[in-house]
């Protein structure tokens, strides 16, 4: 069975940091990218971050460039996210994702989130 | 950042009902577009992905179109459990992003 599992969530002050893991099973790890969605309480998604399958190619949203930082470890089939100089604003259950890819080199490839975790909650708050 | 104006944020739809739910890129994005359906408590699922393939299991009544900067959503038969929030999302660069989401409402 295909699944992601995050872990790490909890309540932390603002400025102060946080890191995010999902642990991946079911699924060849290393062939596929793996991103960072986000939905703060009440509110629609929000893109965070993704890596590519050998971590060479890094995106972050603006709102969180240079103060979170995605990486992953493939032979433990994880990925991470460190949060840091955290504001009330990122306030939100945080989904790791799976990014499925369709295609051949001679037609081109598309991409989709096919597999979520369920998620883990992320608080900040004095 | 590309910005993806999604349209309308919420509407109100009997079973049976066609529904049409649309998303405009601020620039061209191809076909680098996936549709997402939500239902409270839940993590989203993926419905479409390259703005007009069906995702394996997803139904038949589901179809997406559009390429550039206007996409649509139709659900051609509104069933009981197709209430939900449904979201358009950019992957076409990075940093990627999602429209506000519409809400499918029983009428």
């Known amino acids: 069975e295909v699944q992601l599992v995050e872990s790490g969530g909890g309540l932390v002050q603002p400025g102060r940091s946080l890191r995010l893991s999902c642990a991946a099973s079911?699924?060849?790890?290393?062939?596929?990218?793996m991103h960072w969605v986000r939905q703060a309480p009440g509110k629609g998604l929000e893109w965070v971050s993704g890596?590519?399958?050998?971590?060479?190619?890094?995106g972050y949203a603006d709102s969180v460039k240079g103060r979170f930082t995605i990486s992953r470890d493939n032979p433990k089939n994880s990925i991470s996210l460190h949060m840091k100089s955290l504001r009330v604003e990122d306030t939100a259950l945080y989904y790791c994702?799976?990014?499925?890819?369709?295609?051949?080199?001679?037609?081109?490839?598309?991409?989709?989130?096919?597999?979520w975790g369920q998620g883990t909650t992320v608080t900040v708050s004095s | 950042a590309i910005q993806m104006t999604q349209s309308p944020s919420s509407l109100s739809a009997s079973v049976g009902d066609r529904v049409t739910i649309t998303c405009r890129a601020s620039?061209?994005?191809?076909?680098?577009l996936g549709w997402y359906q939500q239902k409270p408590g839940k993590a989203p699922k993926l419905l479409i992905y390259?703005?007009?393939t069906l995702q394996s299991g997803v139904p038949s009544r589901f179809s997406g179109s559009g390429s550039g900067t206007d996409f649509t959503l139709t659900i051609s038969s509104l069933q009981p459990e197709d209430f939900a929030t449904y979201y358009c999302?950019?992957?076409?660069?990075?940093?990627?992003?999602f429209g506000q989401g519409t809400t499918v409402e029983m009428k």
């Open positions: 994702v799976k990014l499925g890819v369709w295609g051949s080199p001679s037609q081109g490839y598309h991409y989709g989130m096919d597999v």
């Open positions: 999302l950019q992957d076409y660069n990075y940093p990627w992003t």
């Open positions: 079911g699924f060849t790890f290393d062939d596929y990218a």
């Open positions: 890596i590519s399958w050998n971590g060479g190619i890094i």
């Open positions: 390259a703005a007009s």
């Open positions: 620039q061209g994005i191809r076909n680098n």
